[in-house]
């Protein structure tokens, strides 16, 4: 009688897929974690200068920001009083005052009569002075050196400390930047350049990538290979022939060479092909059923392109607004040939670059000013951020 014996491959062929999960598992926490390291490289940047802003000065210049919620430590020496400022109290005399700066909020923890020893004595303790006499000091910085006999040096001796303070916080560096001389009127020319110059090449673009991607005319194949070359075409290389053009065109009619209407024509013109490209690919991806639906009930282009290419077409739009928006804000070039470097003209980020040349030793006021200047990009990007990813990838991935 013969017997079948089981077959061992039957494990095998389970351990595969669960050997293939493991690996799968692994792809992602490993993916997960890089998008976590590049979301921290991102976000510690911004973070520590929104911390760095709002700190206090004094503290600011002694630490970084990743010590602001640590009590801050600091070593010092100062004066005390000459033979001329002790005073008589009942045959004790005394020499009185303050080794701290006035209005500041350190703490004394310890005292020293030699910079190698700062703290070798605490607050309070007695210590016995080269001079003669018994100094005290207590944690606001208040001191007593009595002596029995009267004090005769001319020079008062150096006393080191070690003080410690709190963290502390303030609005006061934005008070400062925000009520600086043109920051104001430079924060309106900023969104008074930012807005139109958004807004115009998005229009523009729409209307032009609708065309290239669903109306028929000669040459569409060839205006799609021109805009996807000037995509390639840097703006340093382009903008003096730009400008000789404008200038000329300006002195022709009798109009000014720079102002706000060539600033926003200079950021149409180069941010049109990058809107094209995106716009048309995203929208050559429409449904086409939806179009000749449309087209079988009359609707013309226009009414098309509106009611029904616009809405679908939102999360593209909104990619390429945040890109136009974010390089208008920050541009200070192309702002400076066509508008002008004038107090009235000046735009925001000029007028921080003229801030750090005149406080470049104030850095509370310097973060505070760089992220003002960032506040406005900052809301224009979490306004629309849900769709910058949708609208980017399929901008940049579907063609026709």
């Known amino acids: 009688m013969s017997t079948v014996s089981a077959s061992p491959a039957a494990p095998a062929a389970t351990a595969e897929p669960a050997s293939a999960f493991a690996r799968l598992r692994i792809g992602r926490i490993a993916a997960n974690l890089a998008l976590l390291l590049i979301v921290a490289l991102w976000t510690f940047p911004t973070a520590g200068l929104l911390i760095s802003s709002v700190r206090d000065a004094d503290q600011l210049a002694l630490s970084g920001w990743w010590t ?60 016995e002075m ?30 080191y400390y070690v003080a410690s303070e709190p963290p502390r916080f303030t609005f006061d560096n934005y008070v400062s930047v925000l009520t600086a001389n043109g920051i104001g009127q430079s924060f309106i020319n900023s969104l008074t350049v930012a807005i139109p110059a958004t807004v115009v090449p998005i229009l523009i673009a729409a209307f032009a990538a609708y065309a290239l991607a669903w109306m028929s005319f ?41 102002g706000y209407l060539g600033v926003w024509l200079a950021h149409t013109a180069f941010g049109l092909p990058l809107a094209i490209f995106l716009l048309r690919n995203y929208m050559v991806g429409l449904p086409r059923e939806i179009m000749e639906s449309a087209r079988m009930d009359g609707a013309t282009h226009f009414q098309i392109f509106v009611t029904m290419v ?71 990007f979490f306004s629309l951020q849900r769709y910058f990813v949708r609208g980017l990838l399929a901008g940049s991935v579907k063609g026709g």
Not at 93 to 98: E, P
Not at 130 to 159: M, Q
Request: glycine share 12%.
């Open 130 to 159: 080269r001079d003669g006499g018994i100094l005290t000091v207590d944690e606001t910085g208040a001191y007593r050196w009595t002596s029995a006999t009267p004090f005769a040096h001319e020079r008062g001796p150096r006393v």
């Open 218 to 258: 000669p040459g569409r194949g060839i205006l799609v290979a021109i805009i996807v070359g000037l995509l390639v075409v840097p703006l340093q290389m382009s903008l003096i022939p730009i400008l000789r053009i404008y200038n000329g065109i300006a002195l022709t009619f009798g109009g000014e060479a720079k």
């Open 310 to 380: 616009l809405p679908l077409s939102f999360p593209a739009l909104a990619s390429f607004a945040i890109f136009q928006f974010l390089w208008v804000w920050n541009d200070l070039l192309v702002a400076l040939i066509f508008l002008g470097s004038q107090d009235t003209e000046l735009v925001l980020t000029g007028r921080l670059v003229n801030l750090l040349g005149t406080r470049g030793n104030n850095w509370e006021l310097l973060t505070a000013g760089a992220f003002v200047s960032m506040i406005v990009p900052l809301i224009v």
């Open 68 to 127: 602001s919620l640590t009590t801050s430590e600091a070593t010092g020496a100062a004066a005390l009083g000459t033979a001329a400022d002790q005073t008589d109290e009942d045959g004790q005399y005394v020499i009185s005052g303050d080794i701290l700066a006035d209005g500041t909020s350190f703490t004394v923890s310890a005292v020293g009569i030699t910079s190698r020893e700062p703290g070798a004595f605490g607050v309070g303790e007695p210590v």
